[in-house]
């Protein structure tokens, strides 16, 4: 069982549709990061977020963090064919003494096309 | 000037062979990691340095050996490659942040391919 699992795992829509990519854990995070990957380069943060119930935008892009930080998704308005990418949520787990490892999701592939 | 750079960014080798990964970061950061990307885009950690000390250390086969001679350098020694272990592998650097984690700045990946 994987400790973060997104959904859907592929999403194939058409340019200026809608679509929502969730990320679901049974854990509570302190914080949860987004990540977007594009075909042959390493992922890029897009955005974190903190607070339970937190909502963040990023142009047509919005963030949500669960109101018990176990959950988040991302909503994209109006898709171009520039958001093609695989998202990627995140988390901080505790792993020993002071350190932490980012934990990655299972990832949604999106395809926007023309 | 690339941040995270890791060479090379593609590896074509035979099953039993040995070969390396190198990572350099410029960003001034003392954590530095190595991740593994499967076929089906899974990441998962390996490895994290921070200041040159070992700090994470997943359950990977002791094959793979990392090495960091300084904060900005961190290397991949694989001996006796195996067909599973054909993956793309991430170097990514952070500050460091404790019990929380930062922004990971990853490089380009380096893709093995294990005949």
């Known amino acids: 069982t994987q400790l973060l699992e997104q959904s859907p795992q592929f999403l194939s829509i058409q340019e200026g549709e809608n679509l929502t990519v969730y990320c679901n854990s049974s854990?509570?995070?302190?914080?949860l990061q987004w990540y977007r990957q594009e075909p042959g380069e390493g992922p890029v943060l897009l955005v974190t977020?903190?607070?339970?119930?937190e909502v963040k935008k990023l142009k047509r892009l919005t963030f949500q963090f669960g109101d018990a930080r176990k959950d988040s998704s991302l909503h994209i308005t109006a898709a171009q064919p520039g958001d093609t990418g695989l998202y990627l949520c995140?988390?901080?787990?505790?792993?020993?003494?002071?350190?932490?490892?980012?934990?990655f999701g299972t990832g949604t592939r999106l395809q926007v096309t023309l | 000037d690339t941040a995270v750079s890791q060479t090379p960014k593609y590896l074509v080798t035979q099953m039993g062979n040995d070969k390396s990964i190198k990572c350099e970061q410029n960003?001034?950061?003392?954590?530095m990691y190595w991740y593994k990307q499967d076929s089906k885009k899974f990441l998962k950690i390996m490895f994290s340095?921070?200041?040159?000390?070992?700090?994470i250390n997943e359950t990977v086969p002791n094959r793979f050996s990392p090495k960091s001679p300084d904060k900005a350098h961190l290397n991949l020694h694989i001996n006796s490659l195996e067909l599973g272990d054909s993956a793309v592998y991430f170097c990514?650097?952070?500050?460091?942040?404790?019990?929380?984690?930062?922004?990971?700045?990853f490089g380009e990946g380096s893709r093995l391919t294990v005949l």
């Open positions: 340095y921070n200041n040159k000390e070992l700090i």
């Open positions: 854990s509570v995070f302190s914080s």
């Open positions: 995140a988390a901080a787990q505790h792993y020993t003494g002071t350190a932490s490892k980012l934990t």
């Open positions: 990514a650097s952070s500050r460091w942040q404790g019990r929380g984690t930062g922004e990971l700045f």
């Open positions: 977020v903190v607070t339970g119930g």
């Open positions: 960003l001034g950061h003392d954590t």
